[in-house]
């Protein structure tokens, strides 16, 4: 069992080296768009599925309550969490529509879509990425392994250099972090 743990870890190091080696200019483009558009008053809306989901749910909670620093509340919204919306919407339409019918209903131009996908092609992330696009939002991308098809969607999409589902979720997280990082240093 040791072993397992040290093989855990040592893959989870592997893939933050390179991570740092090979993203650190594409997450600094995301910290500028989501710090700006929370400075121009616009709001960050965020969305995935399972794990990605529970990510996009984390990340809006650390935007409306707090990451580390006492400030007011920032609007984050996560798509993930109405289970009355996805349940109707689900039904009536289809899951594939359960994210970009909230688009629809909650965004604005100038307004911030994260998308989390660790494939790139969550029928459901991709729609909702589109739709916002065409509103006139921004729009970032959260992938893994070749990224997928979200880079046609996203004016940034953070491929996390692996195809391992939980380091890429790892990734994510970490990277949601440091764009709350990045918005909290903002707002001092």
């Known amino acids: 069992m040791m072993t397992m743990i040290q093989n855990e870890m040592l893959s989870h190091q592997a893939v933050i080296e390179k991570t740092?080696?090979?993203?650190?200019?594409?997450?600094?483009?995301?910290?500028?768009i989501a710090t700006e558009t929370l400075k121009n008053g616009?709001?960050?809306l965020l969305c995935g599925n399972g794990g990605s989901a529970a990510d996009?749910?984390?990340?809006?909670?650390?935007?409306?309550?707090?990451?580390?620093?006492?400030?007011?509340?920032?609007?984050?919204?996560?798509l993930t969490t109405d289970t009355s919306v996805l349940t109707a919407v689900g039904n009536d339409f289809g899951f594939e529509r359960i994210f970009d019918r909230q688009v629809e209903a909650l965004a604005r131009e100038g307004d911030l879509l994260i998308g989390f996908s660790t494939s790139g092609h969550s029928k459901n992330v991709i729609r909702a990425l589109s739709l916002a696009r065409n509103m006139g939002c921004k729009t970032i991308g959260l992938s893994g392994r070749d990224g997928g098809v979200m880079d046609e969607f996203c004016d940034i999409n953070i491929v996390v250099p692996s195809n391992d589902?939980?380091?890429?979720?790892?990734?994510?997280?970490?990277?949601?972090?440091?764009?709350?990082?990045?918005?909290?240093?903002?707002?001092?």
């Open 42 to 44: 616009n709001k960050i």
């Open 165 to 188: 589902t939980p380091r890429i979720q790892e990734m994510h997280i970490m990277i949601g972090h440091i764009i709350c990082q990045a918005i909290d240093d903002s707002w001092k």
């Open 56 to 78: 996009a749910q984390h990340i809006a909670a650390e935007l409306s309550g707090r990451y580390k620093t006492e400030r007011r509340g920032l609007a984050g919204i996560a």
């Open 20 to 32: 740092i080696q090979s993203l650190q200019n594409h997450i600094y483009t995301a910290c500028i």
